[in-house]
């Protein structure tokens, strides 16, 4: 909004600032990070009086987790009102790219609220059927994909290749719905312990900020190799916006935390972050920047498909998170260290960046 009246003022003394998407992205990243740390401590108390009794904790889980019990969920509230503001106030309302991307952050945003309430309101840890919001998200990703494919191409690129490797057409919309759908539930998946989830999600958009720039602008696309999408720049302010709201969400998510994510926040950021990695066509490398999501997501697919052939379990427990804690690996630690790969992977994700 502030951008769109610089432009119409002309952009005047230090209104200029707003032409630089560097600036615009900083001020979002602190815009964010000052509503999160501002509406906190009375969005948490007031959801820990709407909710009771809180996140119901799964009885089948590791045990040191029955301490959680009142814990209040639903915090990803926070995070995509922190967020919205933010990229409204720094954003060019004309870019149909962050218009996606909001489109699936708000839409899976709404999935994961319903599954949040249901299980509030029945005391469960099952929530929304698994088929009704897969048919959902797929349903918002596939619109949000063809809304950035009417303005970009369909091209599939590779890491440490160079230049395109096929041209999906209209398939790339299925393509892409599959990975804004699959990223999504990865992170979802990943929000077992407090803090687990939320560090990684900001060192990828940390480095979905700098590709989704290096992808917005026509000269280093070309030194660097990468595809360039004109426009696709202002991605850079979303990924800022989700880094200073997921700052401010830390701070009250720290062990012990004060308040949960929940489906709410996990669904929303996963998909955003799939959504950005379609809209740059960095859909390979997101697969190494949020390499730790997916080996999440793996561990239950694997322990799933192996306990139906043979009856055994691969894990002690899924997600692969879990069967750290019960090997003797403390919470914190398992945190701790799962944000060292979420760290090393991202680096590694960056790389490929100039090894074409």
């Known amino acids: 909004m502030l951008y769109w009246i610089a432009d119409y003022l002309g952009f005047p003394g230090i209104l200029n600032l707003l032409r630089y998407l560097t600036f615009r ?4 990243v602190a815009t964010a990070l000052l509503i999160g740390l501002v509406i906190g401590p009375k969005f948490i108390g007031w959801l820990r009086v709407r909710q009771g009794k809180g996140q119901p904790i799964r009885a089948d889980g590791p045990q040191t987790h029955l301490a959680k019990v009142g814990t209040p969920t639903m915090g990803g509230l926070m995070i995509l009102t922190a967020v919205a503001f933010s990229v409204l106030l720094w954003m060019d309302l004309h870019n149909i790219y962050v218009w996606a991307c909001l489109l699936v952050t708000g839409g ?3 999935i994961g609220f319903l599954d949040d309430y249901d299980k509030v309101k029945k005391r469960s840890s099952k929530g929304v059927s698994a088929r009704a919001r897969l048919l959902a998200e797929f349903t918002i990703a596939a619109v949000a994909t063809a809304l950035v494919t009417s303005h970009a191409n369909t091209d599939l ?19 892409g719905a599959f990975v804004i759908v699959a990223f999504g539930n990865a992170v979802n998946l990943t929000d077992g312990l ?7 999600v900001i060192i990828a958009c940390i480095a979905f900020m700098l590709i989704a720039y290096l992808v917005g602008n026509a000269k280093y696309a070309a030194y660097l190799g990468i595809p360039y ?6 991605l850079s302010i979303l990924c800022g916006a989700i880094v200073g709201a997921g700052l401010a969400f830390l701070w009250f998510n720290a062990p012990p935390a004060a308040v949960f994510m929940g489906d709410t926040g996990s669904l929303a950021l996963g998909g955003a972050i799939g959504t950005i990695a379609v809209t740059a066509h960095h859909e ?7 390499g730790l ?10 322990q799933v498909f192996w306990f139906k052939r043979t009856g055994r379990r691969v894990f002690r427990m899924a997600p692969i998170h879990h069967h750290f804690e019960q090997l003797g690996w403390s919470e914190p630690t398992v945190v701790i260290r799962f944000w060292i790969v979420a760290f090393v992977l991202a680096l590694a994700g960056l790389s490929t960046l100039k090894l074409r």
Request: charged share 5%.
């Open 157 to 175: 690129y590779l890491p440490f290749v160079n230049g395109p490797v096929v041209d999906l057409g209209w398939f790339y919309i299925l393509f």
């Open 284 to 290: 390979f490398v997101l697969a190494i920047i949020g």
């Open 194 to 200: 407090d803090g687990l989830a939320i560090m990684p």
């Open 293 to 302: 999501f997916v080996v999440e997501a793996l561990s239950v697919v694997i």
């Open 229 to 234: 999408v004109a426009g696709a720049g202002n």
């Open 108 to 110: 899976f945003g709404l």
């Open 25 to 28: 992205t900083g001020a979002a």
